[in-house]
């Protein structure tokens, strides 16, 4: 008897070679290609030429940082700034895919290092504001979006990444981020600060400067939001939606279709007729919105539903703050947090 | 015997053969084919896993005039109409995320496909029907998505 994920199995002679099989299919080295391709394409693109991601196949970057840099992003990713934390990968495939990514480029890269740049946090603080802030932000969040994104045409210089984001701190040694500042990013908007001018002296304050964002406290965010917001309407179904149509159009939204949930999936007629889709834009909002993060397009228009059961009629809609956790994007909060505003706003004025 | 092994194989061929990207609730998918290509590639396989497109929708009214690289952006709503039915009459609380969807949009001449992982929702959701069929739209999506080259 063989126990296999504990059920008990009598082993037949041919059961063995097929067993055997699988064991050498479950161990064999991870591919990191089809890892990459899975995991990372999707942003980073399948060359690494960049996307919502920012590109990570350039020479000038792959032989800048060592191995652990690479791992421990993937690993840590960048909260709220859209690179996620990939949990579930196992250390193994974790470097598989960093052997991929050191395809793109083959050559030199550094070993880890782990001395400490000791340099005065003040005077970093004051050089950041002269020579970094305008492309990383006043206190290091990174530009306005990621990466090279689809909204923005690509000779548009590539959007500087976060700094001060607790990923990028845990992955970043002092040695990289002062590699990167001496020797900058060629073929990107970071340049050699040694070439513009700064003395080794003004970038070891710099790199002091970065660290100290270790120490900044994270904004709280809504961990413990529900997914949904319902409230009770006393009026019938078809009052309802006519509340809710005007209601949208006096917080400025334009009405683009009113629908049975069930329509375009059941026969023209055979709908229930008894969940009603309101959707409803404000076009402004949604071009910003889109320019923030393309994917967030998954829940737009803005909707609500008007729900009848029992001769009880519900409003429901997404939680709108929900959706900033699932989205790992802190540049959406402000989107949310005003959908947020406007969905109870007009929901509320339509069921009074 | 055979049904056993063939259990055991099933088991270790979804662990080892990659999914697509799962994060925070996305399923993320980049297609190298152009946004035409892609999106005939999304209802093609939409309608091959059993299911009907009830909708598609565009979002980008206006997004070339402000600027925008592209106005190639759909939201493709879909469904099966009985496991629809069954859900928002059991387990309401799910009726604004349905029916499923998938955003598609143009990056250069390639296409991003965009769909939110079901399976988060289980939280809201008491029965093991309904969660068991979260968990299988959640392998259709992904399944949807590997065969958009």
């Known amino acids: 008897m063989l126990s296999v994920l504990g059920i008990k199995v009598s082993v037949r002679s041919w059961l063995v070679p097929v067993l055997m099989l699988i064991s050498v299919a479950v161990n064999a080295a991870p591919n990191g290609q089809l890892l990459y391709e899975t995991n990372c394409a999707s942003c980073h693109g399948g060359n690494g030429k960049g996307g919502v991601g920012v590109p990570i196949s350039l020479p000038s970057f792959l032989h800048s940082v060592p191995d652990t840099y690479l791992e421990k992003t993937i690993r840590y990713g960048r909260p709220g700034r859209v690179m996620p934390p990939f949990k579930y990968l196992s250390d193994a495939q974790i470097k598989a895919i960093v052997g991929h990514l050191r395809n793109f480029a083959p050559g030199k ?20 504001g002269q020579h970094c802030a305008s492309c990383h932000g006043v206190n290091g969040e990174g530009g306005k979006g990621t990466g090279v994104t689809f909204s923005r045409p690509r000779e548009l210089p590539i959007i500087a990444p976060s700094i001060s984001n607790p990923g990028f701190l845990l992955a970043a040694t002092d040695h990289m981020i002062k590699s990167t500042l001496m020797n900058g990013r060629q073929g990107t908007p970071m340049q050699s600060f040694l070439k513009m001018g700064l003395t080794e002296k003004d970038i070891d304050d710099l790199v002091s400067y970065v660290r100290s964002f270790e120490n900044v406290k994270a904004k709280k965010k809504f961990t413990e939001e529900s997914a949904i917001m319902v409230f009770d309407s006393p009026n019938d179904l078809k009052t309802t939606v006519e509340n809710l149509k005007n209601a949208a159009g006096a917080e400025n939204f334009r009405i683009i279709r009113v629908q049975d949930l069930e329509e375009g999936l059941v026969k023209k007629g055979a709908e229930s007729g008894r969940e009603v889709v309101i959707y409803f834009c404000n076009f402004q909002t949604l071009n910003e919105v889109l320019g923030v993060d393309p994917r967030v397009g998954l829940f737009l228009p803005c909707r609500v539903t008007v729900v009848e059961r029992e001769g009880k009629v519900q409003v429901m809609a997404i939680n709108p703050r929900y959706l900033s956790a699932m989205y790992n994007n802190d540049e959406l909060d402000k989107f949310c947090d005003q959908m947020f505003e406007i969905y109870t ?7 009074l | 015997m055979r049904r056993l092994l063939a259990g055991i194989l099933m088991l270790v061929l979804s662990t080892v053969s990659a999914v697509a990207s799962e994060s925070d609730g996305l399923i993320l998918h980049r297609s190298i084919q152009n946004f035409p290509e892609a999106m005939l590639a999304l209802q093609t396989s939409i309608g091959e896993h059993g299911y009907t497109v009830s909708r598609v929708q565009r979002v980008d009214i206006g997004l070339t005039k402000s600027g925008y690289k592209t106005d190639k952006y759909r939201i493709v709503f879909f469904g099966k109409s009985s496991e629809i039915r069954a859900v928002k009459q059991s387990q309401p609380q799910l009726i604004p995320y349905l029916p499923l969807k998938v955003v598609i949009f143009s990056e250069n001449n390639e296409t991003l496909l965009v769909a939110s992982n079901m399976t988060q929702f289980s939280e809201l959701v008491n029965n093991e029907y309904t969660k068991t069929l979260l968990q299988r739209w959640n392998n259709d999506i992904q399944s949807i998505f590997s065969e958009i080259k």
Not at chain 1, 110 to 127: F, M, N, Q, T, Y
């Open chain 1, 109 to 128: 890269y550094p070993e880890s290092l782990h001395a400490l740049v000791k340099g005065d946090i003040k005077r970093g603080k004051k050089l950041f």
């Open chain 1, 345 to 351: 706003n007009i929901i509320e004025e339509a069921t």
